[in-house]
């Protein structure tokens, strides 16, 4: 199970690293590029939102099947991997949040630089009937 973990991760880096690279000022030559890659790669990675429920109902499941070890019938090793477990599913947890934010960052962005880029040239050719 660890595979769509590692698949989801560098999604969420992937997005990250294009939603800085959008944002990032001086990269104007660069910026037509990447927005027409960005706006290609949108519909693909709509595929990280089933994923991440499916992910989420997976930590669900593996939370209301875990079993508890909260008596004192526990042994060490026992209550250790009980609270390696916990922190594994928060890990997980925080990482599908992060992975659906920078979906909607890197949806969000693109469609205002779209827009803003829109604007300017509209702007030019305006100024160059005047």
């Not at 609270?83 to 469609?111: C, D, E, H, P």
């Amino acid at each position: 199970m660890a595979l769509e973990w590692v698949v989801l991760s560098y999604a969420a880096g992937a997005e990250a690293i294009m939603v800085l690279l959008l944002t990032l000022p001086g990269l104007d030559p660069l910026r037509k590029g990447l927005i027409t890659v960005t706006r290609n790669l949108l519909k693909p990675f709509l595929s990280i939102v089933p994923f991440c429920l499916f992910l989420l109902m997976d930590i669900y499941w593996k939370y209301e099947t875990r079993p508890s070890c909260e008596s004192e019938s526990c042994s060490p090793s026992e209550h250790l991997r009980h609270q390696k477990s916990i922190m594994k599913s928060q890990r997980n947890a925080l990482l599908i949040a992060s992975a659906l934010i920078f979906y909607w960052l890197l949806y969000s962005v693109t469609g205002l630089v779209v827009k803003i880029d829109q604007l300017n040239k509209r702007v030019e050719k305006l100024k160059a009937q005047d």
